[in-house]
């Protein structure tokens, strides 16, 4: 069966069941979860426990250089009409004394996941949350360093962050309104503190809802698929941003920026796989990062954006 399918299939049954998606839904699993095997642990919990911890990663920034001419390219594709804002993301190398396990144990996050000790994901990102024959979503963006002094109001008042926020919470407004009625911003550009390894960082966010059919549940392959890939981690317009981000990245995101979550059997929770650990096939670790990229950028702030955002939790 199909993605879609599979996930009607479940539904329809009121079956609970946990899934995840790839960037691009190439590969996807939905797995009941009286079936779910013990090399997947997830964790999404709205009231996580904050533990300190002092790991920090050992990290080698990748190449400003690089950066530096994916990010003009980009400008060109944004002074050309082309998109309007583009998620740029980037590996690094890090090097950690501990194992996947072992960091997925010690992350803070609302949404976490080890998947077959592959990758890891700790994510303060929700994708969708669909209850009472709502859904909802939380685009995120805009991030800034809380130990800068004012920075509430610094990143509120910027207008650059201020003019990304809003193509995003509008991307997401159009999403929703393909699968949902009534779709309505709730709450606009509100505030998260994140805790970010050795410091805090404060994250800009906005709640968006819309009405579901009484059935929902039937139709969860569609109403998922529909609104995938996620518009915080792809840009505006969405279909053409994504073609110029895969020929300026120049490599595969795979399950990083996809999505993971789990179905209960009354409700449905999921979240964006970024802050993201991958093993590669030597057995190297590689964190995968970004940020949104418009035509009021700055090519070392983005750079260091991306740069801060790698980090345990």
Known sequence: MTLKQQLNFYGEKKEPF????????????????????????????EKNTFKKHTHILQKEPSDFKKYKNKFMVLQEEIKNGN???????????????????????????KFKLNYKNKFICFSPEKFCTIKNNTIFTFPMKGTIDADIPNAKNIILEDQKELAEHTMIVDLLRNDLSIISKKVTVEKFRYIDTINAGDKKLLQVSSKISGKLEKNWESNIGDIITSILPAGSITGTPKQKTIQILESIENYDREYFTG???????????????????????????????????????????????????????
Not at 18 to 45: A, C, R
């Open 259 to 313: 999505v993971f979550g789990v179905y209960d059997g009354i409700s449905l929770q999921s979240a964006v796989m970024i802050r993201f650990i991958q093993k590669d096939e030597k057995g190297n670790l590689i964190y995968k990062s970004g940020g949104g990229i418009t035509c009021d950028s700055d090519l070392h702030k983005e750079y260091q954006e991306m740069c801060d955002k790698v980090y345990i939790p």
């Open 83 to 109: 998109t309007y804002l583009a998620n740029l993301t980037t590996t690094t190398e890090i090097k950690s004394d501990l194992t996947l396990e072992e960091i997925y144990s010690i992350a803070n996050a």
């Open 18 to 45: 946990f899934f995840i998606i790839n960037y691009d839904t190439t590969q996807f699993e939905v797995i009941p979860l009286k079936d779910l095997p013990s090399h997947i642990k997830f964790q999404i919990s």
